[in-house]
């Protein structure tokens, strides 16, 4: 079955940078577009951008360009976000989601996440 | 960017209710519309996709409607396990989610 285990929390400081892992197994873990979401307390879902873990090839929302980083090694499975510049603003849980179509039949779903890693930052 | 809303964004309803949600983009999205219900603490789960497709393995009281920039999720009989926030995305030009609609227990 699919599974998407991601890293546990982290606290951070505002100017720190923080690093999310999500650990995927019953899959091929190069056959699916990877994509990241926040959610900020009391807030909905935000998009933060995707990437392919075949060719490492990523798009990143207009809001984060230049702060995010989306990675990957393709030998345990793993896909990585680096946020960098925090603020307080950043406090949310991090997601992974696996994308569950190429657009076939309007299919671009999420169809498998991770638990989500909260992240906090403060002072 | 294309901008998702959502009415309500609130309902109290009753178990066995008929319950409609509307989302609208702020131009057209084709069907590339999906919906997901999400409880507290957990990730959300899609329902349907392609503004009308069931997901594998949800219930057939949920089903969706709609194309361009008007889309609606219903529930035909409210169950307990309902009880949630619900969000449409558009997947047509990036990823963006709605504001999302509470269902609560009237």
């Known amino acids: 079955q699919v599974q998407m285990v991601q890293s546990g929390a982290e606290v951070k400081r505002p100017g720190a940078s923080v690093k999310v892992s999500c650990k995927t197994s019953?899959?091929?873990?190069?056959?699916?577009?990877l994509h990241w979401v926040r959610q900020a307390p009391g807030q909905g879902p935000e998009w933060m951008g995707w990437m392919n873990p075949n060719t490492g090839g990523t798009d990143y929302a207009l809001d984060f360009q230049g702060r995010v980083t989306m990675t990957r090694d393709t030998s345990i499975r793993t896909a990585y976000l680096e946020l960098s510049r925090l603020t307080p603003d950043d406090t949310a849980v991090y997601y992974c989601a696996r994308q569950g179509g190429s657009g076939s039949n309007y299919k671009m779903d999420f169809d498998f996440w991770g638990q989500g890693s909260l992240v906090t930052v403060s002072s | 960017d294309i901008q998702m809303t959502q009415s309500p964004s609130s309902l109290s309803a009753s178990v066995g209710d008929r319950v409609t949600i509307t989302c609208r983009a702020s131009e057209n999205i084709r069907r590339y519309l999906n919906w997901y219900q999400q409880k507290s603490g957990k990730a959300p789960k899609v329902l349907i996709y392609?503004?009308?497709s069931l997901q594998s393995g949800v219930p057939s009281r949920f089903s969706g409607s709609g194309s361009g920039t008007d889309f609606t999720l219903t529930i035909s009989s409210l169950q307990p396990e309902d009880f949630a926030t619900y969000y449409c995305q558009q997947s047509y030009q990036g990823f963006t989610f709605g504001p999302g609609t509470r269902v609560d227990i009237k």
């Open positions: 392609g503004a009308s």
């Open positions: 019953g899959y091929i873990f190069t056959d699916y577009h």
